[in-house]
């Protein structure tokens, strides 16, 4: 039977994501429903992606029995909200990265998840691409020997973007970009809190982090050097040094098809997309979509390889780095604000 997807938000990533759904069998994945606060939005989609219902409203999709687990595409202030509104309907949720805004916000989702006894995941696609799959094959058994640096680097030219530069809808380069290179240093070292975290950053005219350089210093005197913008386009490569070898991902290190091991190349080419596409390599949201599918057969509340732990460790190395460069949120406010009243 197929998973039947309800999405949240008629945005450009959940186009995206639909049209990943379809490079993969219906008779494994269906999307079924969708939702958006502007009822129109939501049937233009449904239209172009023959989706059977469509809402105008978040609460409409959570109460659809038809559906068994939603995409949540929204904005990131949204996502700890919305996400909270489903899985208290007893719904599944592949929630997009970043899973909230700050660690207290994930913190408090992983709790409502447990509570209800559903799944619950992060959506950083980059984890499940065939690069990613034989990164974690090849340290595993040691092929670098002692694994002692990475180094990740990742831009786009984005300020012209409203919601990467204004602080009420997330904005920020560490929040969009900042979690894939945290992510892929947790990925290599283990999901570890860092012995020290140290970051500097530029920031915007309107207050939101620009381009901002993280140094994460582990145990066993092993080091990553993370550095994003949102000025520029960079080759987005990535590097894991070994007493006995590299790998290097030449280019699009969040959404990798080529990896260098030793200096012989591997590629593994995404399949063609049926439709065009907002974001580049967006069609490899299939292999998380597919992830998921096989976590929720095999009965799991939380993915093995993308677990809510390691989210929770990801919120955190974010939380200091934007406490070191002076950037804060409403949200922070927030969450500040909900712990003193439940400490009292």
Not at 196 to 213: F, P, Q, Y
Not at 283 to 293: D, F, N, P, Q, T
Not at 307 to 322: M, N, V
Not at 325 to 336: L, M
């Amino acid at each position: 039977m197929a998973l039947r997807w309800g999405i949240c938000s008629a945005g450009k990533i959940s186009h995206d994501f639909l049209v990943a759904l379809k490079t993969l069998p219906s008779t494994d994945h269906q999307a079924v429903a969708i939702a958006s606060r502007d009822l129109a939005r939501s049937q233009e989609y449904a239209k172009k992606h023959c989706i059977p219902r469509a809402y105008g409203s978040y609460e409409e999709l959570a109460q659809d029995p038809g559906v068994d687990i939603v995409y949540v595409g929204s904005v990131h202030p949204q996502h700890h909200r919305l996400t909270l509104l489903f899985l208290r309907a007893k719904k599944n949720v592949l929630c997009e990265k970043p899973l909230a805004m700050n660690a207290a916000e994930v913190r408090d989702m992983i709790r409502v998840a447990r509570e209800n006894d559903v799944f619950l995941m992060e959506g950083f696609w980059t984890r499940f691409f065939p690069v990613s799959e034989q990164i974690r094959f090849l340290l595993a058994r040691k092929v670098l020997g002692d694994v002692k640096v990475v180094q990740a680097h990742l831009g786009f030219p984005m300020t012209d973007t409203e919601r990467l530069v204004d602080k009420k809808l997330g904005g920020g380069v560490l929040l969009d970009l900042g979690g894939y290179c945290v992510q892929f240093a947790s990925m290599v070292f283990g999901p570890e809190r860092p012995q020290s975290i140290v970051a500097s950053g530029l920031l915007h005219s309107r207050g939101a982090d620009e381009t901002v350089s993280i140094i994460l210093n582990y145990s066993g005197n092993r080091q990553a050097v993370l550095s994003v913008t949102m000025l520029i386009k960079l080759p987005g490569e990535a590097l894991i040094g070994g007493t006995e070898g590299l790998i290097q991902i030449p280019s699009h290190m969040n959404a990798p098809t080529i990896m260098y091991l030793k200096g012989n190349r591997w590629e593994w080419p995404l399949p063609s997309s049926p439709e065009p596409l907002f974001f580049e390599n967006d069609i490899g949201l299939r292999y998380e979509a597919e992830h998921v599918r096989q976590c929720l057969l095999d009965g799991l509340k939380e993915s093995p390889i993308m677990p809510l732990c390691e989210s929770e460790l990801i919120a955190t190395i974010l939380d200091e780095a934007q406490k070191q460069i002076g950037v804060f949120y409403d949200e922070d406010d927030a969450t500040r604000s909900s712990h003193s009243k439940n400490i009292k």
